[in-house]
């Protein structure tokens, strides 16, 4: 048999076998969806993956540039992932990340995490001592309405339910604190800069309005209205920084990886904890709407939810929420 | 498919590696301007329906102090909606979106499989570096001038943007080539090919392809001459690969 006459014989009888194709793409296509999970059905899958990989084979040699073998590359993709990562729901990846993910995140970030708290504490304590020293620069971090409110001896957020509702604040406040942990993270990509000056302005303002407001006498209203919703809403500016930092050193430093595959890896890993910074600011925002400006919460009260929505924050990102220590601690 | 644009090979066990083509700026700036212009119409007429049933009249003014009720039930919906449109759809949808099914593109890891939620929610955040400084200027020559087509948030959450091949369909007539089939394995696709798209051809524009490829693959002179119908050629086409002629009106 010449070679055009075996290769003719060969092609048609590959294209024999589509029905064999559509039904493998039709059972591909209900295994990622999760319609299926008997065994039997599973073991076919495998054996349309052999069959799929083995035909695309003779197809991108004897019928490369046609449908056909788009068909069958696009079929082959399919199958290849389904088998590999099986089916997806997206309740279990959520799960998945808060429960294992998350708490993983945390622990290789925590060298970033401590840094950027001492960073942030020193910005804090920078701006304190700053406008304690030099009061006039207290125009440079705050507005000139916030500054009249305090000469005038009354802080800016008395009768701040008076003018806008509970459930509105919060979303502003929610809307405005996540923007400000994203953008703390994205600028990590300036080699880490973005991110320690948003980290360090944020900081001297806290700083120095606390400063300014306890020159005015003002000092424990401001404590008192900050500590239900600061505790979470500081340490998630923290958390979000040390992600930032830590795709700014990937940057700076890609080691063997190379910097894109470094950079990669950095984001994806620290990334992770945006989902959690997020949930976390939202009860932040909850507190902040409904808690901090509401005179009728007193400062015991104010500090107990404070404390106790900060120890939610610790077992949710150390995975003790979930029973992770006692699980391995069984298992060892 | 081109074979001038770069492919993402995954190795498989079965030693034949999966081949995802990755897609241009082209497709992906496709995709983004049918998503946005689907989350703003959304996010607008979500605005305008619960404006007008809050207003309880023809009126789309908002109110002149902001309450609780209309910013929870008209504006924060509306913004919510052209906000997390991209993270919401590609975390439900897999990778994909409205926009990028349309365009016939999805996304996928560097393993070829759809990317986990912490890297659809790393792409989405780095947006806000690929929008600046206006109209996604870093996005888009980042996608201009990567190998890959990627923007910052594509590399730092580690997907692509391929062609859905899985969209692709089979000639209509494969499969059914019998031992009578004359034509080489190009022929066989050729002809299966216009079997397959027949009915959406103009008639002119099938009848001359019919008579090419019947003359060129050994058809009876008696199909190929001025005088065969259209039907005539139909029924020689089929006989070609192997299937019995239908009845067509």
New interface residues.
């Given amino acids: 048999m010449n070679t055009?006459a075996r290769?003719?014989a060969?092609?048609?009888s590959l294209?024999?076998?589509?029905?064999l194709?559509?039904a493998a793409?039709v059972r591909a296509v209900r295994f990622?969806h999760g319609h299926t999970d008997d065994a039997a059905a599973a073991t076919r899958m495998a054996d349309d993956?052999?069959l799929l990989?083995?035909d695309?084979?003779r197809v991108r040699a004897?019928?490369p540039?046609?449908?056909?073998r788009?068909?069958l590359?696009?079929?082959?993709?399919?199958a290849?992932?389904t088998l590999?990562?099986g089916a997806?729901h997206?309740g279990s990846?959520?799960l998945t990340?808060l429960r294992d993910?998350l708490p993983a995140v945390v622990r290789g970030l925590v060298p970033y995490i401590l840094w950027s708290t001492v960073i942030f504490v020193l910005a804090v304590t920078g701006g304190y001592a700053l406008i304690q020293r030099y009061p006039e620069l207290i125009a440079l971090f705050a507005s000139p309405d916030l500054i009249a409110s305090v000469e005038r001896g009354q802080l800016w957020t008395e009768g701040l339910l008076n003018i806008?509702?509970?459930?509105?604040l919060s979303?502003q406040i929610l809307t405005n604190n996540i923007v400000v942990s994203?953008?703390a993270?994205?600028?990590g990509?300036l080699f880490g800069l973005g991110t320690l000056y948003i980290l360090g302005l944020n900081g001297l303002m806290l700083g120095a309005v606390f400063a300014f407001a306890g020159q005015h006498g003002l000092g424990l209203q401001l404590f008192s209205f900050i500590v239900a919703h600061g505790c979470v809403e500081i340490s998630v500016m923290c958390l979000s920084s040390a992600a930032g930092t830590a795709?700014g050193e990937a940057l700076i430093r890609p080691g063997d990886a190379g910097r894109?595959e470094s950079?990669?890896g950095a984001?994806?890993r620290s990334?992770?904890l945006?989902?959690a910074c997020a949930l976390l600011l939202a009860g932040a925002g909850v507190i902040e709407g409904y808690v901090s400006p509401n005179p009728r919460f007193a400062l015991p009260a104010r500090i107990t939810i404070g404390v106790g929505y900060w120890c939610f924050m610790v077992t949710l990102l150390t995975g003790w929420l979930w029973g992770r220590r006692a699980r391995r601690t069984r298992a060892s | 498919?081109s074979?001038a644009s770069p492919e993402l090979s995954?190795d498989?066990v079965?030693?034949?590696d999966?081949?995802?083509p990755v897609a241009g700026p082209g497709a992906r700036a496709y995709a983004f301007l049918i998503d946005w212009h689907l989350r703003t119409i959304l996010a607008l007429a979500w605005y305008a329906g619960a404006e007008l049933i809050y207003n309880a009249r023809l009126s789309l003014a908002p109110p002149v102090t902001?309450?609780?009720r209309w910013?929870?039930a008209v504006l924060?919906p509306a913004l919510a909606i052209y906000f997390l449109y991209h993270y919401v759809l590609e975390?439900?949808m897999?990778g994909s979106t409205p926009g990028k099914r349309m365009a016939g593109v999805r996304l996928?890891t560097r393993?070829?499989?759809?990317p986990?939620?912490?890297?659809l929610?790393?792409r989405n955040?780095?947006r806000?570096?690929d929008s600046l400084p206006l109209f996604y200027g870093i996005g888009l020559i980042t996608a201009m001038t990567t190998r890959e087509h990627v923007r910052?948030g594509d590399?730092?959450?580690?997907t692509l943007l391929v062609y859905?091949?899985?969209?692709?369909?089979?000639?209509a007539a494969?499969?059914?080539?019998g031992p009578a089939?004359r034509?080489?394995?190009?022929g066989?696709?050729l002809i299966?090919?216009l079997l397959g798209r027949w009915d959406a051809l103009a008639p002119e524009a099938r009848v001359r392809l019919a008579r090419q490829l019947l003359a060129r693959y050994g058809a009876d002179a008696t199909v190929t001459d001025a005088a065969a119908t259209e039907a005539t050629l139909h029924a020689q086409l089929l006989r070609l690969t192997g299937r019995p002629p239908e009845r067509r009106p």
């Fill in positions: 055009d290769r003719q060969l092609t048609l294209l024999e076998r589509a029905p194709w559509q793409q990622a993956y052999r990989a083995h695309l084979a004897l019928l540039d046609t449908r056909t788009e068909y590359e696009g079929a082959y993709a399919r290849h992932a590999h990562h997806w997206l990846a959520l990340l993910e806008v509702p509970s459930s509105v979303v994203l953008v993270y994205c600028t990509f795709v894109i950079f990669r984001a994806l990334g992770t945006l989902i | 498919m074979s995954v498989s079965t030693g034949i999966v081949s995802l902001v309450d609780g910013f929870g924060a975390l439900a897999r996928v393993d070829g499989s759809a986990s939620a912490g890297a929610l790393v955040v780095f806000l570096i910052i590399m730092a959450a580690g859905e091949s899985a969209t692709a369909t089979l000639p494969m499969g059914a080539a089939a034509p080489d394995p190009r066989a696709e299966a090919e």
